[in-house]
Each structure stands twice: as structure tokens, then as C-alpha cells.
């Protein structure tokens, strides 16, 4: 697989992005987030390429949306810790790109498709790119080797996916016959 | 609950679904999670390692959801300590869930699934069952049994 990164690959049709140092912002939590939403988008194209269908291409998006609310949170959490000028803005973007990513799972959750999925995947892909490289390395200098940053990304955990009531059916009692 | 410590594993013949799965908990920092494609490479998992949670597929070919559950229920629970398995499915029909539910399996999640569905179930099915701590010594003298026996 050494050659899904090249940009010369055209049977792809564009690369992919992965994550590298370069994309580091300086604090381990949140890189490690951009870790897994890179990959999530990753598993979100293959699941679509490879006509999974809704259960498994719905289970990724899903994911992806719950990881993308996750990640905003400690991230402004992480911004407001360390008194970062531009807070505001930031996540007003990241307000912008939520609403988007609920549309695309309503849409979704309307009529699944494999085409939406992949359309999905390639505009977050190209979002979270620029997204890092743009502007959450503009916090980088505020956050890193900053204690109260590493306290404020480590101050979110499992309890977020735990605080609301879950969504699905249980079990045979709980279904209609 | 310490779910840095949990050591989980995931079944099922989909390999988008494992690696799915094992994403999701890689990033709530679960550690240890093992993948096996087939319920024969389930059971040999779970004689070799100490495993605090099934994630088990229903169809698969050869061993499916409740006959791997039967075979942990008779196999791998000691002490009248039950490993927790929760199947992971697409195919909810009242008439199959009754099938798993008697073959002794502890939860349903439908496939599509959210994330927090996933942890939610997990969470529960743990707390249900016994508590972190009683499973590591359960799986350590397991795994002590096994040494002894080869
Ligand atoms: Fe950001």
C-alpha cells in the first residue's frame, strides 16, 4: 500500500490524507484525535468503494459524527484553558461544521448511499486538512507544553458517549413482535 | 470502570466491522482489542488470552453468534463467572435474539450503531457482570490453569 499517499495515483482518483507530525498541534490528546478521525474517514471511503451498505457504512458515519462532537469538545475545552485570543471563532467553526455533518447523516439516515458516504468522506477530508493546518495550528503556540492544556484535554473522556440516553433497540421484550 | 485495562474481543467475518469497532475503542484509550474472523478463531482467542468482553457478529459462516456464546458459557466461564458477550447484529428478528438470548448472550446491539450505543452497552454488560477487578483475577487464574495444563 505504499503507493496510496503518492499523489501520482490515479486509480484513487485523489489521495488520501493520513496522519503525520506535520499535523501535530503540539498536544497528544488532540493529536491523537485527528488520528482517529483520519482513519474513520479512511474506513468511511472504503466501506463506501466496497458497497458495505448501510450497516457497516452507517455504523462509520455515525462514528465519525460522534467522534467529530467528541474532538470539538476537548478542543475548545483545551483552547478556553489556555486563554486562546481566537477561541470564539474557532469554534464557531467548528459549530459551522457540525451543522454540516448532521445534514449529511440526516440526509443519509433519509436514503443511505454509498455515493453520499464518499462525498462526505472527501469533503471531511479536505476540511480536517486545511482545518489543522489552518487554524489549529494557530493555537499551537498557546497549547503546547502548557500544563493546564494537557489537564483540560485529558478532562474529557469515555463519560462523554455516557451522559444521554442511548439510541437503539434492546432486547427480544423490548421490540415489537 | 477503567476501560484503559479492558481487554476486548471483536468477532465478526466483516473486516470493515472490526476495524470499525477496534477504532472506536482505540479512541476511548482501550488498550487490548483482538479480532477474530470466525467463531473457531474466537474460542481459540479465548482459551490463550484472558478477555473481559465479547463483541460477537450473529451470521457467520461455520460457528454463528449463539453457538460461540454456547461455547463460552461452557467452556470459558469459570466460578460461575460469565464473560460478558454482547452480539452486534443486523439480523434483529425477535425469533433469532431469543435464540442468542437463551444461548446466554448479555445484550443486543443493531447494527447500524452509534458510537455511543456501542460504549453505552459495553459499560453496562461490564457493570452487569462483575466488576473489572474480579475479572482480572478470574482471567489470571485461568490463564494460570492453562500454563499447569500444558
Ligand atoms: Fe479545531
Do not use: C
Amino acid at each position: 500500500m505504499s503507493d496510496k499517499n503518492s499523489p501520482g495515483d490515479l486509480k484513487g482518483a485523489r489521495r488520501r490524507v493520513s496522519w503525520s507530525a506535520a499535523f501535530s498541534v503540539g498536544v497528544p490528546e488532540i493529536d491523537a484525535d485527528h488520528r482517529i478521525l483520519f482513519e474513520l474517514i479512511g474506513q468511511m471511503r472504503d466501506a463506501a468503494t466496497a458497497f458495505e451498505g448501510d450497516m457497516v457504512t452507517g455504523s462509520v458515519l455515525a462514528a465519525l459524527a460522534d467522534y467529530v462532537d467528541y474532538h470539538f469538545e476537548r478542543e475548545e475545552r483545551v483552547m478556553e484553558a489556555v486563554g486562546y485570543p481566537e477561541e470564539k471563532q474557532h469554534a464557531e467553526r467548528h459549530a459551522r461544521l457540525r451543522k454540516k455533518v448532521e445534514e449529511f447523516v440526516r440526509r443519509y439516515n433519509q436514503e443511505p448511499s454509498d455515493g453520499l458516504a464518499n462525498e462526505l468522506a472527501e469533503f471531511l477530508e479536505d476540511w480536517l486538512n486545511h482545518h489543522i493546518l489552518d487554524e489549529d495550528m494557530r493555537y499551537r503556540p498557546y497549547a503546547e507544553n502548557n500544563r493546564a492544556a494537557s489537564v483540560a484535554a485529558s478532562s474529557i473522556g469515555i463519560e462523554f458517549f455516557m451522559d444521554s440516553e442511548d439510541d437503539a433497540v434492546t432486547g427480544p421484550e423490548e421490540r415489537p413482535a | 470502570m477503567i476501560w484503559e485495562d479492558l481487554r476486548v474481543l471483536v468477532v465478526d467475518d466483516n473486516a470493515n466491522i472490526r476495524r470499525l469497532i477496534a477504532t472506536i475503542l482505540q479512541g476511548v484509550n482501550v488498550k487490548s482489542v483482538r479480532e477474530a474472523a470466525n467463531g473457531h478463531t474466537a474460542l481459540e482467542i479465548l482459551r490463550s488470552f484472558p478477555i473481559d468482553l465479547v463483541l460477537l457478529d450473529y451470521v457467520m459462516e461455520g460457528m454463528d453468534g449463539p453457538a460461540v456464546t454456547r461455547a463460552v458459557r461452557g467452556e470459558i466461564d469459570r466460578d460461575g463467572r460469565r464473560v460478558p458477550v454482547i452480539v452486534v447484529t443486523g439480523y434483529s428478528e425477535v425469533a433469532r435474539l431469543n435464540v442468542a438470548k437463551e444461548a446466554g448472550v448479555n445484550d443486543f446491539i443493531a447494527k447500524p450503531f452509534t458510537t455511543k450505543t456501542l460504549l453505552q452497552r459495553i459499560a453496562r454488560a461490564l457493570s452487569q457482570d462483575m466488576t473489572l477487578k474480579e475479572m482480572e483475577t478470574l482471567a489470571l487464574q485461568r490463564q494460570r490453569q492453562l500454563r499447569v495444563g500444558s
